[in-house]
């Protein structure tokens, strides 16, 4: 069964810190990870990665994949209050359409 | 330009009514995308649509759910005879062709009372 499994499921720090998402996968032909920011309901497009090894980089966010070990991490440095949200992590398959499937998502809590 | 568009934004019907929700993608995007999230819990995929090809039903949860599309634009997700456990946030998106990174709407909250 495909699974995606994200960690920590929720994590509280205070303005400044640097904070580092992690998500896991088993899928069947594994096509490209991609993390999304939700906020209130409407999943935002962050990141989408296909190849290992190379970083996404996005103002304070970053994010790598590994396809050796099946994860890959989300980096938020200096974060804000703004930054608050859930953090999901998706996986699509080469042998669909671009179906994806989604972790469980990590609540992230900024305080000023 | 405008994004995917959802409504109603939020919906509250009593247990056995049906109900009809709808998704407009962004425009010249081909692939559109029903997902369902319940309180607390990721996204589970519904159903997909390409172009003129038929619909992947796969992820449907039972026959009291189906879903539309017109062409390449408006999609609408009907349940029929609401259950309790029909209660969630309906999000659509779409991709400009699949595989690409998908675009989410606001969603649909549905209650079942």
């Known amino acids: 069964e495909d699974k995606v499994v994200q960690s920590p499921l929720s994590l509280v720090v205070h303005e400044g810190d640097t904070v580092t998402l992690n998500c896991s996968y088993e899928v069947t032909n594994f096509r490209s990870l991609l993390w999304y920011k939700q906020e209130k309901k409407a999943p935002t497009f962050l990141f989408m990665l296909?190849?290992?090894?190379i970083e996404k980089k996005s103002g304070r966010l970053s994010s790598i994949l590994d396809k050796k070990e099946l994860f890959s991490i989300l980096n938020i440095t200096a974060t804000q209050t703004g930054d608050s949200a859930v953090y999901l992590c998706?996986?699509?398959?080469?042998?669909?359409?671009?179906?994806?499937?989604f972790g469980q998502g990590t609540i992230l809590t900024v305080h000023p | 330009g405008a994004g995917v568009s959802q409504s109603p934004s939020n919906k509250v019907t009593e247990k056995g009514k049906d109900v009809e929700l709808r998704c407009d993608p962004i425009?010249?995007?081909?692939?559109l995308y029903w997902y369902r999230q319940r309180l607390g819990q990721g996204l589970e995929f519904l159903i997909y649509?390409?172009?003129?090809?038929?619909?992947?039903k796969s992820g449907l949860p039972s026959d009291r759910f189906s879903a539309e599309r017109t062409g390449e634009s408006v999609s609408t997700l009907t349940i029929q005879r609401t259950q309790q456990e029909d209660s969630a946030v309906y999000l659509c998106?779409?991709?400009?062709?699949?595989?690409?990174?998908?675009?989410f709407g606001p969603g649909t909250r549905l209650t079942v009372t």
């Open positions: 296909t190849s290992s090894g």
């Open positions: 998706a996986v699509s398959q080469g042998t669909s359409y671009g179906k994806l499937t």
């Open positions: 425009s010249g995007h081909t692939a």
């Open positions: 998106a779409s991709s400009l062709v699949p595989l690409y990174e998908q675009y």
């Open positions: 649509f390409q172009g003129n090809s038929a619909p992947d």
